[in-house]
């Protein structure tokens, strides 16, 4: 007996449009330039114009919004200079960075790109139980003699790495096994093994890559990196979590939002 499918195939998603996608408000405040900036920032970052998307050339463009030639040029050089586009002759503008944002939370790098359909990835560099170091067993708050977790993971987002990771954990906390820490990110980890996670001090900085670093992320040697250090505890105040990670600059960038006095 010959079985059909009745499952429908989805239909691919229409090209993205300026003529459609792009509105500009003539009577704003908000220069026009800027509005057209945002807007394809925006559709960079959503994924709706994806890393190789070509933009029409600035002459067409310029015709579609009915703007002119001088506002859609400034328009494209804010994106170029933020590293999110270049320019083809002959070809229009291409995309090459959707750069990911990221609100600073309690939260892991997967959980936020996971939310934002990034698509993240995990490459497995070390996952050992370790004698930890004396400064790593003073910052999880353990004696010497104790074991850690070690792990060092490559994070990818739409298939393009963006940060190198390496934590700290007592051992015993999570299973230490590469297929759930390609599959999940490490607090979900923790969640699942019944770790509540109550409160983190971290710090952000910046340097420049090392080699081993560069060639991880896809990076020239010397390429800027976004730094940060998280100490992670539970309710009880004991530190379940020391990492300590860098990000590509160029594809990576934190949110503060920041409240006056009240």
Do not use: C
Not at 26 to 36: A, C, T
Not at 73 to 87: H, N
Not at 116 to 136: A, F, G, R
């Amino acid at each position: 007996m010959q079985v059909t499918s009745t499952k429908r195939r989805r239909s691919p998603k229409p090209p993205w449009d300026p003529a459609t996608q792009i509105s500009v408000d003539h009577r704003s405040p908000v220069p026009l330039y800027y509005q057209v900036a945002s807007q394809i920032e925006e559709a960079i970052d959503s994924g709706a114009l994806p890393v190789g998307a070509r933009l029409d050339n600035e002459v067409d463009l310029a015709a579609q919004l009915g703007l002119s030639r001088p506002t859609v040029r400034q328009a494209i050089g804010s994106l170029v200079d933020k590293g999110l586009v270049v320019r083809k002759r002959g070809a229009g503008t291409q995309v090459v960075f959707n750069r990911v944002k990221r609100s600073l939370e309690l939260s892991s790098l997967f959980d936020d790109l996971s939310r934002i359909d990034q698509q993240p990835t995990t490459k497995v560099l070390v996952n050992e139980i370790i004698t930890p170091s004396p400064e790593i067993a003073h910052i999880l708050g353990i004696s010497e003699q104790d074991k850690a977790l070690h792990l060092q993971r490559v994070r990818s987002a739409r298939g393009e790495p963006i940060a190198r990771m390496q934590n700290y954990l007592p051992a015993g906390l999570i299973e230490p096994d590469d297929d759930l820490l390609e599959e999940r990110g490490l607090y979900q980890l923790l969640r699942a093994a019944g770790v509540q996670l109550h409160a983190a001090h971290q710090t952000i900085g910046a340097r420049v890559a090392t080699e081993t670093e560069a060639e991880l992320l896809d990076e020239p040697a010397g390429a800027a990196l976004l730094t940060m250090e998280r100490t992670t505890y539970d309710q009880s105040g004991k530190v379940v979590e020391y990492g300590s990670h860098v990000y590509r600059a160029s594809r990576y960038s934190f949110d503060l939002s920041l409240r006056g006095d009240t």
